[in-house]
């Protein structure tokens, strides 16, 4: 019998994107209904999903060498008490609906035996001798075994490794997985949720549970009142999925407008070359206190020198909000910008504290499942990668194209981060440029864009100096691509200001 799952958890059983399973139900080839799709059609698209056509224990063995084994083998196991809770929850629903049946089984087995009974006295016709038949019949199938549903099995597998959540009233979902708790694994599902120190005193992260049990995971300050602790509150940051499946009630932020500025200090964690005039400045944010912003987002940073001068740059956050405490960060030599002199003067090493002021900016993932293209020129790679993770780890984009120009002989500086993600990733592919002029090299990825993305629904990120995203924007007009589905990020030349 089908089995209805939602796409989410389809996905993870199949070993695809949720974007992927999106665009076969765009495309007509996979059923939603109520936000699910069911077994039988999905095992008919990915055929290879079936374990085995045998029985169940040899499925089991099998399952090492099948390709959910190893997704299976690469998660990592919860905490033994989270696990205990889980396989006892899922025993528990499993003793119900054993329970269940035997009873209806009894049923069934005492109607058959009345009509029989009535069938037997004079007045019996033909109507109760077909009823007889038709219990009988049904009993016969119902008693007579049938393969389990392998994606049925594999869920219920999952179940107790991995937790899901869903979220109202947004209806967005996300697993936790291994030792995470609520906070983590929302983040790196790409969610915008609300947080603040990340360790059980501020209280930003208060949610409300409305099914499900969630377990404690570190001792927290904060004082959940009594009425808050009847209706269901919790701490996400303190807390993980007890029961395999759990529904929050909390409020998303919409966009930028919903992130509060922030003041920060943080620690210089490392200071790494990325060419000969980019640097990777990698600052740690304290135990108690998290950075909140969206992929894309800037931050002002600032430094206080030995004779009491302020020096302070704008600069992009190039790691996304899901990496926890820390905050990476591609900056550039440039003559008339102080916190970057200072940098390559090395006068901003490691351990020397680092003050954040923020986030700002618009440059953020649009809602949608649209497509992806990121345009890029030189060292303004830095939000882009930030949103590229934040779609990656969001896993709604059908596809994401990424168009790197350098202006410089070394401008494509973590090539090998782009590598990697399209060895990866199916729907991920990219294309690098080299071109001194950033008006030249704008009508050169314009032409690459050209060549098979213009036709399609995309939407489109472009960041670099004023003149490549002008030339772009004029190439994305020209084409028709309409102005509500591109996004900049103008990357400001340096005045210089040291207070
Ligand atoms: S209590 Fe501060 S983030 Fe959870």
Redesign the pocket.
Same mark, same amino acid.
């Given at each position: 019998m089908s089995r209805w799952l939602t796409v989410w958890r389809a996905a993870q059983l199949v070993g695809v994107s949720r974007g992927a399973l999106q665009q076969r139900v765009r495309l007509g080839e996979l059923t939603l209904s109520d936000g699910r799709v069911s077994t039988d059609e999905l095992l008919a698209l990915y055929p290879e999903t079936n374990l085995a056509d045998s029985g169940m224990l040899e499925r089991v063995a099998q399952i090492k060498e099948e390709a959910f084994g190893r997704r299976v083998r690469e998660r990592l196991l919860p905490s033994q008490e989270v696990l205990a809770q889980r396989i006892f929850s899922q025993t528990q629903e499993l003793a119900d609906v054993r329970r269940y049946l035997q009873r209806y089984h009894s049923l069934v087995v005492d109607i058959g035996r009345r009509v029989k009974l009535l069938r037997h006295q004079p007045a019996a016709d033909g109507d109760l001798r077909e009823l007889e038949h038709f219990i009988d019949r049904g009993l016969a199938q119902a008693l007579a075994t049938e393969q389990a549903d392998p994606l049925t099995v594999m869920d219920d597998m999952l179940k107790v490794m991995m937790a899901q959540v869903t979220v109202r009233p947004s209806g967005n979902e996300f697993c936790v997985e291994g030792h995470d708790t609520l906070?983590q694994a929302g983040l790196r599902a790409g969610l915008k949720l609300s #947080? =603040?120190? =990340?360790?059980?005193?501020?209280?930003?992260?208060k949610v409300r549970v409305i099914a499900g049990q969630v377990a404690k995971t570190q001792a927290?300050d #904060?004082p959940l009142s009594e009425a808050e602790k009847a209706q269901g509150y919790t701490?996400?940051?303190?807390h993980t999925a007890a029961s395999s499946e759990l529904t929050l009630e909390l409020l998303e932020a919409r966009g930028p407008q919903d992130i509060p500025m922030q003041q920060i200090v943080t620690a210089v964690r490392a200071v790494r070359n990325l060419a000969p005039n980019t640097r990777l400045l990698h600052l740690q944010t304290p135990r108690s206190h998290r950075l909140r912003f969206l992929a894309g987002q800037s931050v002002t940073l600032g430094f206080a020198r030995s004779d009491g001068s302020d020096v302070h740059g704008t600069y992009p956050v190039a790691s996304c909000p899901c990496d926890d405490r820390n905050l990476h960060f591609f900056i550039e030599e440039h003559p008339n910008d102080p916190f970057a002199k200072a940098l390559f003067s090395d006068a901003i090493a490691s351990g020397l504290s680092v003050t954040v002021h923020g986030p700002t900016g618009e440059f953020v993932l649009r809602e949608g499942n649209r497509p992806l293209v990121f345009a890029v020129c030189d060292a303004a790679f830095a939000p882009v990668k930030s949103l590229i993770e934040h779609a990656l780890a969001l896993d709604e984009a059908p596809s994401l194209s990424l168009f790197w120009l350098a202006t410089r002989s070394d401008g494509h500086f973590l090539e090998n981060q782009c590598r990697a993600w399209s060895e990866a990733l199916d729907q991920f592919e990219y294309e690098l440029t080299q071109d001194p002029d950033p008006v030249a090299g704008a009508r050169q990825v314009g032409r690459a864009m050209r060549a098979d993305l213009f036709d399609i629904d995309c939407d489109f990120y472009l960041a670099g100096p004023q003149a490549f995203v002008s030339a772009l924007q004029e190439e994305l007009r020209t084409a028709g691509v309409p102005k509500s589905q591109i996004s900049s990020h103008v990357v400001a030349e340096p005045v210089g200001e040291t207070v």
């Open positions: 906070l #947080y =603040g120190c =990340g360790n059980g005193t501020c209280g930003m992260c927290f #904060y701490l996400m940051c303190a």
